[in-house]
C-alpha cells in the first residue's frame, strides 16, 4: 500500500512539472541573444522587432536590438533605441554605452565621448568603453589622454588585441617607437596575424635602430600581403641603410 501511495506521489509530482512546464513562456530574450551571439544579425534584428511588437516595454528586449543595430552599423535606429530605454528608465545606464557607439560609428566624436564618459560616471566599467573613449582622445590628438584610457581598457581585459595594439599607436604616433614595441609585440602575442600591429612594429623597429627585425618583419608581412605599401617602405629603408 504505501509503495503504491509512493508511486502515486510521484506520478502526480511529476505531472505537475511537466504541466509547469509546459505554462512556462518562453523567454524570448535568451533565444535572440543566442541568435545575436552566432553572428546572425539580420535574422536576430527580425526576431527582436517581432517581440516588441508583442512585448513593447521589455528595456532588454530594446537594448538588445539595439546592440544588434550596431553590429549592423544601423547607427540611427541604435540611437533611436538607447533614446527610448532612456526615456522609459533613466537609471538603464547601459543605454548611454550603447549611444557612445552608435555616435562614434557616425563619427560625432563629441557626442559620443559625452556619453562614454556618463556611463563611467554611472559605474560602468567596460573595456570597450575605455578603448573607445582612447580612440576619439587620439582623433583629437590628445595622446596623453589616450594612452591613459587604453591602459585602463588592457588592465581590465588583459587579453583585449585591440587595447594592446591601441597603445602601441598612440605612443608611435608620438614618435615614442621604443615604449611603442612592446604593446604591438603583446598585441602580436595575443594574435600573430594581426596585419596592422605587424607594420606599425617593423616601423617601430626601423625608427629605434633594429633593422634587422624590421626587415624580417617587413618580408613577414609582404609574404602575407604583397600590397602592403607601409612594409614596402620599412623593407626598401632598411635594405637602403644597410648598403650605407
Request: glycine share 6%; proline share 3%; with cysteine.
Amino acid at each position: 500500500m504505501k509503495k503504491q501511495f509512493f508511486v502515486f506521489v510521484l506520478m502526480v509530482f511529476f505531472g505537475i512539472t511537466d504541466l509547469c512546464a509546459q505554462e512556462r513562456p518562453a523567454d524570448p530574450y535568451r533565444n535572440l541573444y543566442h541568435v545575436y551571439r552566432k553572428g546572425k544579425y539580420e535574422e536576430a534584428l527580425r526576431g527582436a522587432e517581432a517581440a516588441l511588437a508583442e512585448k513593447p516595454d521589455d528595456l532588454k528586449l530594446h537594448y538588445l536590438k539595439a546592440k544588434i543595430c550596431l553590429a549592423l552599423k544601423k547607427w540611427d535606429q541604435a540611437v533611436a533605441e538607447a533614446e527610448n530605454i532612456l526615456n522609459k528608465d533613466g537609471n538603464f545606464k547601459k543605454a548611454h554605452v550603447i549611444l557612445g557607439q552608435a555616435y562614434l560609428g557616425k563619427e560625432n566624436y563629441k557626442e559620443a565621448l559625452k556619453h562614454f564618459e556618463e556611463a563611467v560616471k554611472a559605474g560602468i566599467d567596460f573595456p570597450r568603453v575605455y578603448h573607445d573613449m582612447a580612440v576619439i582622445y587620439a582623433y583629437g590628438k590628445d595622446y596623453e589622454s589616450a594612452i591613459r584610457e587604453a591602459k585602463k581598457a588592457v588592465a581590465k581585459k588583459p587579453d583585449f588585441t585591440e587595447g594592446f595594439y591601441a597603445l602601441g599607436r598612440f605612443y608611435a604616433e608620438t614618435e615614442r617607437y621604443g615604449e611603442a614595441i612592446p604593446y604591438f609585440e603583446k598585441a602580436l602575442d595575443l594574435d600573430p596575424d594581426y596585419v596592422k600591429a605587424m607594420e606599425f612594429l617593423a616601423i617601430s623597429y626601423l625608427e629605434t635602430g633594429n633593422k634587422a627585425k624590421a626587415r624580417d618583419l617587413a618580408q613577414e608581412v609582404l609574404e602575407d600581403e604583397p600590397g602592403s605599401t607601409m612594409a614596402a617602405f620599412v623593407l626598401r629603408k632598411a635594405q637602403n641603410e644597410n648598403r650605407k
